[in-house]
């Protein structure tokens, strides 16, 4: 079954302080890994695409990691701001065109 | 550029109404996407177009949805006759390419939130 799991769920994190947000995916045949982000309300925003033959990218305080052979990603997010409260969604490509979501991690930022 | 617009923002109606949703891609986009997103099942393809022509409906729930893309321009989601279960967010989202693209951007709209009561 082509799926995405993503842990934790919901995590909560001091203001500066650093998180790791982990994506694991069962897809075939896999095309990329792209992390979004979701602020209430909005639609999702492009973070990252990461084809097979990329191990890390980043965008600004955000950087993404694949490791293709055990089928995990991880988003780790640098010195969290307030802004940075939202949902962050995994998405594995694969096939023609099919996309599978997870469905998110929360992050709450607190002063 | 404007983005993906999409109309409306909020719908409240009550079962048995028909519904339309509307999305208008970015220009130059040549596959437009319709998601629904619920806190349950979370996004879900329902149907995506390339090229105004519809290439994979086989998100969509069941006959009362259906989708047209009659330009490049313009799409609508339709749902008649709606039930409380179809109540979820509907995301319409465009991209250049397919997103079998590594290095191509799929771009999301704000949403339409819909309540069927």
């Known amino acids: 079954k082509n799926q995405v799991e993503q842990s934790p769920q919901s995590l909560i994190i001091l203001e500066g302080k650093n998180c790791t947000l982990q994506c694991n995916y069962t897809v075939s045949p896999f095309s990329n890994l792209r992390w979004y982000k979701q602020d209430t309300g909005r639609g999702p925003v492009s973070l990252t695409i990461?084809?097979?033959?990329?191990n890390t990218k980043s965008n600004g305080r955000y950087t993404a990691t694949l490791d293709a052979d055990t089928k995990q990603s991880s988003l780790h997010i640098t010195a969290s701001q307030l802004s940075d409260s939202a949902s962050y969604i995994c998405v594995a490509v694969y096939g023609n065109n099919r996309l599978a979501f997870g469905k998110g991690n929360q992050v709450v930022v607190i002063p | 550029d404007a983005g993906v617009i999409q109309s409306p923002r909020h719908e409240v109606t009550e079962m048995g109404q028909e519904v339309t949703l509307r999305c208008k891609p970015i220009?130059?986009?040549?596959?437009l996407f319709w998601y629904r997103q619920t806190m349950m099942r979370g996004l879900e393809l329902l149907i995506y177009?390339?090229?105004?022509?519809?290439?994979?409906d086989s998100g969509m729930p069941e006959d009362r949805f259906s989708a047209k893309m009659p330009n490049a321009s313009f799409s609508t989601l339709k749902i008649q006759p709606s039930e409380p279960r179809d109540s979820a967010v509907y995301f319409c989202a465009s991209s250049l390419r397919g997103p079998i693209s590594g290095a191509n951007v799929l771009t999301f709209g704000a949403g339409s939130r819909l309540t069927v009561l």
């Open positions: 990461m084809t097979f033959s990329e």
């Open positions: 220009s130059g986009h040549d596959y």
């Open positions: 177009f390339n090229n105004n022509v519809p290439i994979d």
